[in-house]
């Protein structure tokens, strides 16, 4: 269930700071995803792709920290791999 488990093309937001996230991929110890954060002096948004890695998805004090500071949104509209198709593409 996507809702209790990151799955690819879900998106969860930060609670406190309401960052989006995109998950990219999910493994055995790891949950990859496209975020931002951003500098709060110069307001300015840093674009970032970060890994995160547990022991073990669901036995890992990491991955529980995961699920209690982001927020399951729904799945995406979009499909990462459509944004690497061009116009010449068939």
Known sequence: MSKDTPEVGDV???KKQG???Y???VGGNYISFLSYTIDELTLRKWKNFYTNTFCGLHDDERYTRFTEIYKY???SKANIND???TENEE
Request: aromatic share 14%; proline share 7%; charged share 25%.
């Open 12 to 14: 969860w937001i930060h």
């Open 19 to 21: 960052r989006p996230m």
């Open 23 to 25: 998950i990219t991929d």
């Open 73 to 75: 949104l729904g799945k």
């Open 83 to 85: 944004l690497f198709k």
